[in-house]
């Protein structure tokens, strides 16, 4: 799987909350740009009215949902433009002395790289809200957004603009239950999440893992998915596994003074095989040792480290 940059500063950055302030200074080029504007005597545009801006009059919106793109469809597109020009133009909105991308963002990024210094726009007026929806759509309909950027999207929608899911499915043409399962993924791990983010696990493996509740187990098991390259099935049967486990019945009573014995010795079998492995110890000297493999490959493993072990020690 090919692994793309990652959260950055995390989901709070991703889709900021409304409370988020703008810097009122802007960069130098912005003010370079609208003083450009004024010697030349531009008229101020009408909304509606497509015209061209220049590039540096132009900045993405912050809030937007994508947070990622790749650089090689880029250039591919960056190449296209330096022959045919941006055929569809960009959607922006004035935001003091520059205007602020509503949906085109990838077009804008990829006229910097074919090196073109003015676009073409259509400049509307959107509430916040609007703004977030629109860039949300754009971004879905060509598959632009990582799961989890869109089940961050979702979530904003609900919580910061209160809309029902069934206004979030109508608005981005999902069904419900699409919009429910996107917005579970959020309740994974973070660093589940992030190898999500980095196409290390797909979103079968990722909805499978929603079985385990331990945080930390959730993470090493998607470690496991992504190291032994385990399918959606294999994970499906290995949740079900550690779910029957949890339900088995309370461990006999044992005496506490041994406890740490019994978990030293198991912390060294683990080192030794790889792999979890528990001691149940009862009060009558006897007990038993659990082995834990999450594959076939893993057990074959297992199976030639004993083989290997000397008959003497045996």
Known sequence: MAVKKGLGKGLDSLIPKQSSVRNSAEPSAK?????????????????????????????????????????????????????????????????????????GERRWRAAKLAGLKEVPVIIHKFSEQQSVEISLIENIQRENLNPIEEAAAYKRLLTEFHLKQEEVAERVSKSRTAVTNSMRLLKLDERVQQMVVEDKLSTGHARALLGIADPELQYQCAREIFDKKLSVR?????????????????????????????????????????????????????????????????????????????????
């Open 31 to 103: 003010a370079a740009a609208n003083s450009d504007a004024k010697k030349t005597g531009s008229r101020e545009p009408n909304l509606n009215e497509e015209i061209k801006l220049k590039l540096t009059q132009i900045e993405p919106n912050r809030d937007q949902p994508r947070k990622k793109f790749d650089e090689e469809s880029l250039m591919e597109l960056a190449d296209s433009i330096r022959q045919f020009g941006v055929i569809q133009p960009l959607i922006v909105q004035k935001k003091g002395d520059y205007y602020e991308i509503i949906a």
């Open 234 to 314: 294999d994970v499906e049967r290995l949740v079900k596994v550690l779910s029957s486990e949890k339900k088995e019945k309370p461990k006999p009573e044992t005496d506490s003074s041994q406890d740490f014995i019994y978990q030293d010795l198991a912390e060294k079998m683990k080192s030794l095989l790889g792999t979890k492995v528990s001691i149940e110890h009862k009060n009558n000297n006897k007990g038993r040792i659990v082995i834990d493999y999450y594959s076939n490959e893993e057990l074959e493993r297992l199976m030639y480290l004993f083989q290997s072990i000397p008959a003497d020690h045996q």
